[in-house]
């Protein structure tokens, strides 16, 4: 190879202090969680039932935040810098084996809604007085959101072929059967 793309191709390694920070902000989100159950179980006694749902959505929204972390970490890893090597590992992610930068971009714009959606629910339930306004922008948010993740799983659709059933003629319809053979009716 010569030393301009060798260069180039091996930057991709930049890349790795990036995903171990990532590794980092997952530990604190641990912590962060840990911290939560335990205000939660040492004042479920005085808090309603209101608080308590609040503290359970906010407990819900850091295990989606470090699903979103690990899908970054696992699926950009494997995408951009190097293959993990997990194959026939049985605690290997089932999405992992077709992962590219498309599934992973519609995985990603996917948590993004479901912590929105959180988000928006504790607002909507929130003891706290929300003004108009934060609610408002709230659902423009998540609405932008659902639009973006609609509009790039379509393109991913259109532009590869991550989603083989779609390619796929329905069964029957194959000139050769769905065998390859001659279907029965094909010389009636």
Same mark, same amino acid.
């Given at each position: 190879?010569?030393?301009?793309?060798?260069?180039?191709?091996?930057?991709? #390694?930049?890349? +790795?202090?990036?995903?171990?920070? !990532?590794?980092?902000?997952?530990?604190?989100? =641990? &912590? @962060?969680? %840990?911290?939560?159950? #335990?205000?939660? +179980?040492?004042?479920?006694?005085? !808090?309603?039932?209101?608080?308590?749902?609040? =503290? &359970? @959505?906010? %407990?819900?929204?850091?295990?989606?935040?470090?699903?979103?972390?690990?899908?970054?970490?696992?699926?950009?890893?494997?995408?951009? &810098?190097?293959? %993990?090597?997990?194959?026939?590992?049985?605690?290997?992610?089932?999405?992992?084996?077709?992962?590219?930068?498309?599934?992973?971009? &519609?995985?990603?714009?996917?948590?993004?809604?479901?912590?929105?959606?959180?988000?928006?629910?504790?607002?909507?339930?929130?003891?706290?007085?929300?003004?108009?306004?934060?609610?408002?922008?709230?659902?423009?948010?998540?609405?932008?959101?659902?639009?973006?993740?609609?509009?790039?799983?379509?393109?991913?659709?259109?532009?590869?072929?991550?989603?083989?059933?779609?390619?796929?003629?329905?069964?029957?319809?194959?000139?050769?059967?769905?065998?390859?053979?001659?279907?029965?009716?094909?010389?009636?």
């Amino acid at each position: 190879m010569r030393p301009l793309p060798a260069i180039i191709f091996m930057s991709r #390694w930049l890349q +790795v202090p990036l995903y171990l920070g !990532l590794i980092v902000a997952q530990g604190v989100y =641990v &912590v @962060l969680f %840990l911290k939560e159950v #335990w205000h939660l +179980v040492t004042a479920s006694m005085t !808090l309603d039932e209101t608080n308590i749902m609040l =503290v &359970v @959505l906010g %407990l819900i929204d850091v295990v989606m935040i470090s699903n979103l972390l690990i899908m970054v970490i696992i699926g950009g890893y494997e995408t951009f &810098v190097s293959r %993990l090597g997990v194959e026939g590992h049985p605690d290997e992610p089932e999405w992992l084996d077709h992962v590219n930068a498309g599934v992973l971009k &519609v995985k990603l714009s996917m948590a993004l809604i479901s912590i929105s959606s959180i988000h928006l629910l504790k607002t909507f339930i929130s003891p706290d007085q929300n003004s108009t306004h934060t609610i408002m922008w709230q659902v423009i948010i998540h609405i932008a959101f659902l639009l973006s993740a609609v509009v790039m799983a379509l393109v991913d659709r259109l532009t590869t072929h991550t989603h083989p059933k779609h390619f796929q003629e329905p069964a029957g319809l194959h000139p050769l059967g769905s065998n390859g053979s001659t279907p029965l009716n094909a010389h009636d």
